[in-house]
């Protein structure tokens, strides 16, 4: 295997090149969009289901305090909702509404657009797309190897 495509080179080129985009793409602001800390706990809740504000904060390796903030801030624009919890009265369980599904989609279109955007307009050859395109499935199949 030549050095160019040693493994450790490959895992550090890939690293860098892939942060710098997810990067990008998180700091381009999106008009009535929702802050990272809260599209994070609104994905989480949309991927694990319900739990409570703690287990959510600890989850997602944040303060509790910053949690309740985020949460708070969610709940006045109705996004996510609390409900008691049916086995422990006690706690509170808070679930994505609708409208968090909504924004949460309409953040991800947001995204593709943005993308798309600078895919297109000559910035790169129809040979250049084919190899993004063919590359991503790998990229995912990488994920799931981690």
């Keep these: 295997m030549s050095e160019a495509l040693a493994p450790d080179s490959v895992a550090s080129t890939l690293l860098a090149s892939v942060g710098v985009l997810l990067r990008r793409v998180q700091q381009v602001p999106l008009e009535g969009g929702l802050t990272m800390p809260e599209r994070t706990a609104l994905s989480h809740l949309e991927r694990s289901g319900p739990t409570?504000?703690?287990?959510?904060?600890?989850?997602?390796?944040?303060?509790?305090?910053?949690?309740?903030?985020?949460?708070?801030?969610?709940?006045?624009?109705?996004?996510?909702?609390?409900?008691?919890?049916?086995?422990?009265?006690?706690?509170?369980?808070?679930?994505?509404?609708?409208?968090?599904?909504?924004a949460l989609k309409d953040k991800r279109n947001a995204r593709v657009e943005l993308i798309t955007q600078a895919l297109t307009g000559g910035a790169f050859t129809p040979e250049e797309m084919e190899r993004l395109a063919s590359v991503a499935p790998l990229l995912q199949r990488l994920a799931q190897n981690i």
């Design 52 to 102: 409570t504000s703690s287990a959510l904060a600890r989850d997602v390796q944040i303060t509790a305090q910053a949690m309740g903030a985020t949460l708070s801030a969610l709940r006045e624009r109705g996004l996510l909702e609390r409900r008691p919890d049916p086995d422990d009265g006690r706690r509170m369980l808070l679930s994505v509404t609708e409208a968090g599904l909504q």
